[in-house]
């Protein structure tokens, strides 16, 4: 155990008789960037704060270890290993970015002194010096996130939770905020980080799990998560209904949409397959109006495993017959 940062096994948690986190398994090696995938309501905060100490697990789930301390009798130390930000900003715009950080650093006991070096220092990290004295209500989304994140790192945590750092971001903010998610983990810290977007946890996480309805879905690395749905395809779309019908007689292999008057050929998306597959057509005379690559993305994965089909709320099973 001595390298997970984050241990849990057989999570469970109930609201009333909402089952919120049904058996969810958590393993986070050190120094590595996990994501947790999952559509809204899907319990992702639920899990952060079950992790982070600030709501506890159902009895009757596993044991919990986060920075090899045992939640359930060492919580104390747990707290001391982790940092959070939450969904929701910690933030208090009524006072300036700098009191928000000198507040964060009397909350970890630090000296006076230190607490100021400590708040100079992520302040100028961040790129809030210039904001520093100004109230937190008038930063923008952005700042706010990057004050929120400052705010976290001052107990100088190992373990940071970051409940959807990026969401109602800018693309440049965001990627901002994926560069200090970077530079924390060259630090070697350990990045427990939710997300709802897709390109993001590809970005940036070692490995990736999709938490749908309350059990994890599925679970690797970018690429195998990928490998787990049907492969890319060619779409080749016609005008004219008789080079359509040509077509399909010629790429009998392709899946026929006469509605669109399209033909699907399952492809890697390479040079050399779409060349063969032109040069089909081309021998019978044929041209395509348009031609389209598909190559599997995470955005195929979340939906096949986190679709309609995979959460059909029990009324409308019943009503499947
Ligand atoms: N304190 C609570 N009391 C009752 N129900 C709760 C409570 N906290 C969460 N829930 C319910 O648990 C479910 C999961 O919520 P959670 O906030 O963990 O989801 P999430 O994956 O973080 O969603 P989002 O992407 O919207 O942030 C939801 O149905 C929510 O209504
Ligand atoms: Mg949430």
Redesign the pocket.
């Known amino acids: 155990m001595s390298n997970l940062a984050i241990a849990a096994n057989g999570l469970r948690k109930s ?2 008789d ?1 089952v ?1 986190l049904d058996g969810v398994d958590l393993n986070v090696p050190e120094g590595t960037v996990f994501s947790l995938l ?10 952060v ?1 079950i992790l982070s100490t600030l ?1 506890s697990a159902d009895p009757g789930s596993g044991s919990i270890h986060v920075g090899g301390h045992d939640l359930s009798t060492d919580p104390q130390a747990a707290r001391a290993a982790i940092g959070v930000t939450g ?1 929701f900003s910690a933030v208090d715009g009524l006072i300036t970015g700098e009191e928000n950080m000198l507040l964060m650093a009397d909350l970890h006991h630090l000296s006076k002194r230190e607490g100021r070096r400590t708040a100079a220092e992520l302040l100028e990290r961040f790129d809030l010096v210039e904001a520093a004295k100004k109230p937190a209500s008038t930063y923008s989304g952005g700042m706010k996130r990057r004050l929120d994140i400052a705010m976290t790192l001052v107990g100088n945590p190992r373990i940071i939770f970051l ?2 750092p990026t969401t109602g971001l800018d693309p440049r903010a965001r990627h901002n905020m994926w560069q200090i998610i970077r530079e924390l983990i060259t630090d070697g810290v350990t990045v427990f980080l ?1 997300t ?1 977007y897709l390109d993001e946890a590809d970005e940036l996480a070692d490995r990736i799990a999709v ?1 749908n309805n309350g059990t994890i879905v599925a679970q690797g690395t970018a690429e195998e998560l990928k490998r787990l749905i049907p492969g890319g395809h060619v779409r080749l779309r016609f005008t004219d209904p008789a080079a359509y019908q040509n077509a399909a007689a010629v790429l009998s292999d392709a899946a026929p949409d006469d509605e669109a008057l399209a033909l699907q050929l399952p492809s890697d998306g390479s040079q050399r397959e779409l060349r063969s597959v032109l040069d089909r057509l081309d021998s019978a005379g044929i041209e395509a109006d348009e031609l389209s690559v598909h190559t599997p993305d995470l955005d195929d994965v979340f939906f096949t495993l986190t679709g309609a089909g995979a959460g059909i709320p029990a009324q409308s099973k019943e009503n499947v017959r």
């Open positions: 609201y009333g909402k919120v999952g559509p809204n309501g899907a319990g992702k905060t639920t899990a704060k709501v969904q409940d959807e939710t709802q938490l």
